[in-house]
């Protein structure tokens, strides 16, 4: 079975900076493209950013130039660094992905989620 543990939330000044890990572990052959997602109280989850097996990036543009999404695939391990922090960044961060236990099995797999309070 395989499982995402974010982890790095807690709660920073506006204008200061977190960076999010997600790490995937159990039986894992690959992983494909991993997004990162928030959901504010009262609002929907929405999608904060992907990044491929090769790197490629995208990013939703209320975070574009201020949050940066990278993966070590040694470690199988995503990460958000998030800069600028505005309170409006304020939300439960959840890390999502697609991963394969064995070559041509792939899974949708979401992570328990980790609050970013963003406050002064």
């Known amino acids: 079975q395989v499982q995402l543990v974010e982890s790095g939330g807690g709660l920073v000044q506006p204008g200061g900076s977190l960076r999010l890990s997600c790490a995937a572990s159990?039986?894992?052959?690959?992983?494909?493209?991993m997004r990162w997602y928030r959901q504010a109280p009262g609002k929907p989850r929405v999608l904060v950013g992907s990044i491929t097996s090769d790197g490629s990036t995208n990013y939703a543009d209320a975070v574009k130039g201020r949050f940066t999404i990278s993966r070590d695939n040694a470690k199988n391990t995503g990460y958000l660094q998030m800069n600028s922090l505005k309170p409006e960044d304020t939300a439960v961060y959840y890390c999502n992905a697609v991963c394969g236990p064995r070559p041509g099995i792939w899974i949708n797999v979401w992570g328990q989620g980790t609050q970013v309070t963003v406050s002064s």
């Open positions: 159990g039986s894992i052959h690959s992983i494909n493209t």
